[in-house]
């Protein structure tokens, strides 16, 4: 395996717009996916988020979408939006290398906390952040609401 | 009552603080509050958050504080973070002004969505966003998240 990982730039957003997709289809959800590949352009360029990519041989494998949010209580937080790696290249090590790129992020931010909700009934990615120690703040209609404080995880 | 809408400078920030432990007091949670003046300060030049305040005879009696979100599924969304009128002006038509102040900062930036939650104990909230007429988007803990539709609401 020979995978980067990079801050994604406008050249990815083709395959960033058709991974979400993808994860749209996965959650059953396609129908309410009608952002298109214009509106990704226009809001990239006004920094409303950034993301990072898994980059093999030319092809985007994975991705993490995030922006800065803010707690009023803790402060700077960065939210982890999507999150995502094609079916083909899971269970490689490529989500852990995203996640933890990630979480770097945060921290080179000084962020306070990640956040980031996950679907019940999406047993791997829910196995995945059990590993990482992450806290459960609320639960939420079909899923889960995941919180971290950076300050207090060992893992960074 | 001759209260004033505006953005909030860095100025108005110890008044937005003593808002936030207000809020954090009435929702049951002081303890949880543990960002200081200084970080808000930092955050704000920063750009981490913005407010709008309510000001009347020099005195803020009220703020809205928000920031820019993404959905990847919509496009870009003005999260309300925080949403506080001094408990003695309330009923008076002040949350009214600062919320359609918020909503038309949505719609300046070209926003999607507005977004923002609510403790399912807090009637006089869930009475205000009923009137304008606002989605119930997913049940939570205790309490519920509210988004908006600009293209589809009348009320802008």
Redesign the interface.
């Known amino acids: 395996m020979n995978v980067t990982i990079r801050p994604a730039t406008e050249a990815d957003l083709p395959a960033i717009h058709q991974l979400?997709r993808e994860l749209?289809i996965y959650e059953r959800?396609e129908e309410?996916?009608?952002?298109d590949l214009d509106?990704y352009r226009a809001?990239f360029r006004?920094g409303?988020?950034e993301a990072l990519v898994a980059e093999e041989g030319g092809t985007v494998v994975g991705m993490a979408?995030y922006?800065?949010?803010?707690?009023?209580?803790?402060?700077?937080m960065l939210?982890l939006?999507?999150f995502v790696v094609r079916p083909e290249r899971r269970r490689q090590g490529i989500g852990r290398f995203l996640f933890e790129a990630f979480l770097t992020q945060a921290v080179k931010r000084d962020c306070?906390l990640v956040k980031w909700q996950v679907l019940d009934w999406n047993t791997p990615a829910l196995r995945f952040y059990e590993r990482y120690g992450a806290l459960i703040e609320?639960?939420?209609?079909n899923g889960k609401?995941f919180l971290s404080d950076l300050k207090k995880n060992e893992f960074v």
Chains 1, 2 share one sequence.
Not at 32 to 35: E, I, L, P, W
Not at 138 to 141: A, G, I, L, N
């Open positions: 979400v749209a959800a309410q996916f009608t952002a509106t809001d006004e409303a988020f979408l922006y800065l949010t803010y707690s009023t209580w803790k402060g700077k939210y939006e999507d306070r609320r639960e939420w209609w609401i």
